[in-house]
């Protein structure tokens, strides 16, 4: 009977051990092999809606993205950043006057983000915009710094 041995409880708690830390080394292994394999996902893309939900000639803000989503009289979409280029505050869109303004230092920007009245010296930044599906996607992870507003940042369905 040398066959079946007889195993005392120390010599199984030792085996027991033994084999829960190999598979979790071996866990760990398979688990870093095929994370060096993958490829990262773009992420930032935000879905702000279907194409047909924002009216021509309004803004729409996305506090929780930060920034504004423009709907140009021309149908164009304009996503232009939350924060002031003088010193970051947060702008707020005022609908009666039709500009954005700074409740830190005054700043005021038109509808396309061009500056109105100083401290700040340059545009709000723009975000990239994709249609797609009818869909409105906006890259919150890349803003564009510009100087000025150009023809080229507006997006068209």
């Given at each position: 009977?040398?066959?079946?041995?007889?195993?005392?409880?120390?010599?199984?708690?030792?085996?027991?051990i033994?084999?829960?830390?190999?598979?979790?080394?071996?866990y760990?292994?398979?688990?870093?092999?095929?994370?060096?394999?993958?490829?990262?996902?773009p992420?930032?893309?935000f879905?702000?809606?279907?194409?047909?939900?924002?009216?021509?000639?309004?803004?729409?803000?996305?506090?929780?993205?930060?920034?504004?989503?423009?709907?140009?009289?021309?149908?164009?979409?304009?996503?232009?950043?939350?924060?002031?280029?003088?010193?970051?505050?947060?702008?707020?869109?005022?609908?009666?006057?039709?500009?954005?303004?700074?409740?830190?230092?005054?700043?005021?920007?038109?509808?396309?983000?061009?500056?109105?009245?100083?401290?700040?010296?340059?545009?709000?930044?723009?975000?990239?915009?994709?249609?797609?599906?009818?869909?409105?996607?906006?890259?919150?992870?890349?803003?564009?710094?510009?100087?000025?507003?150009?023809?080229?940042?507006?997006?068209?369905?």
């Amino acid at each position: 009977m040398s066959f079946i041995e007889k195993i005392t409880r120390r010599r199984f708690i030792k085996r027991a051990i033994l084999t829960i830390v190999s598979l979790e080394l071996v866990y760990v292994f398979v688990k870093l092999l095929k994370k060096g394999g993958e490829q990262p996902q773009p992420t930032g893309l935000f879905d702000a809606g279907e194409v047909a939900l924002f009216d021509k000639g309004k803004v729409y803000p996305f506090s929780s993205e930060r920034f504004y989503l423009s709907r140009l009289k021309d149908g164009g979409f304009l996503a232009l950043s939350t924060k002031c280029t003088h010193l970051g505050c947060a702008v707020q869109y005022k609908q009666k006057d039709d500009k954005f303004l700074c409740p830190c230092h005054a700043s005021a920007f038109n509808r396309r983000g061009e500056v109105l009245a100083p401290p700040a010296t340059r545009a709000l930044d723009v975000l990239p915009i994709t249609i797609a599906n009818g869909r409105v996607w906006v890259n919150t992870n890349k803003p564009i710094k510009r100087s000025k507003h150009n023809r080229s940042q507006i997006s068209y369905a």
